[in-house]
């Protein structure tokens, strides 16, 4: 008979995602995660499989938490426009440190670029649901006469996707924050009327 776990499973999988933020995949050793879990080697296969799996869940648990703590800023603003500024503005107060910056999504496109399908499939999902959100707001923006008649929605919301990773990798490099609010600046005003 199994013993029962004495951990939270979404609590050490949030420190694995600390730790895969930081070294990424390779670079992350089974040791680096049962000593920042504080779980034994046993407890983490029986909760999670191997290395990879437990890669793929906080992989998974990340990008969904990302995209939904953005969507959630982009809810709470009075117009369409207001709720893509208030993600890009949002991005940058909480996330635009090189201390914060560690983007797990990010890095899983860097390391592993098209060659894993399970990778490939999780960022796909979320960056999706980021553009559609995105073209969605663009749309009505557009509809409103917020923003210039003639933007396309979703070659917009693709544009907007890519300042926010542009935004994460500048932050991760050390960019200084007037660097991060000048892409916001300049990313607002490409919609622009």
Request: hydrophobic share 40%; proline share 3%; glycine share 8%.
């Amino acid at each position: 008979m199994a013993r029962p776990r004495n951990f939270n499973e979404d609590q050490v999988l949030d420190i694995a995602i600390g730790v895969f933020r930081e070294k990424g995949y390779e670079g992350t050793s089974t040791e680096d995660l049962v000593s920042a879990m504080g779980i034994g080697r046993q407890s983490l296969y029986g909760a999670f499989g191997d290395k990879r799996s437990l890669y793929l869940a906080a992989l998974r648990r990340y990008n969904t938490q990302s995209v939904t703590e953005l969507l959630d800023v982009g809810r709470g603003a009075s117009s369409p426009m207001k709720a893509i500024e208030a993600i890009l503005v949002h991005f940058v107060r909480h996330h635009g440190r090189p201390e914060a910056s560690a983007c797990m999504g990010v890095n899983a496109i860097c390391e592993f670029g098209t060659s894993d399908e399970d990778v490939l499939s999780i960022t796909r999902q979320s960056g999706k649901l980021l553009e559609q959100s995105l073209a969605r707001w663009i749309n009505e923006a557009r509809d409103k006469g917020e923003i210039d008649k003639t933007i396309e929605p979703k070659a917009a919301a693709q544009f907007v996707a890519a300042a926010l990773t542009a935004l994460k990798v500048t932050a991760r490099g050390g960019a200084a924050p007037a660097t991060s609010r000048n892409i916001v600046a300049y990313t607002l005003r490409s919609l622009s009327n």
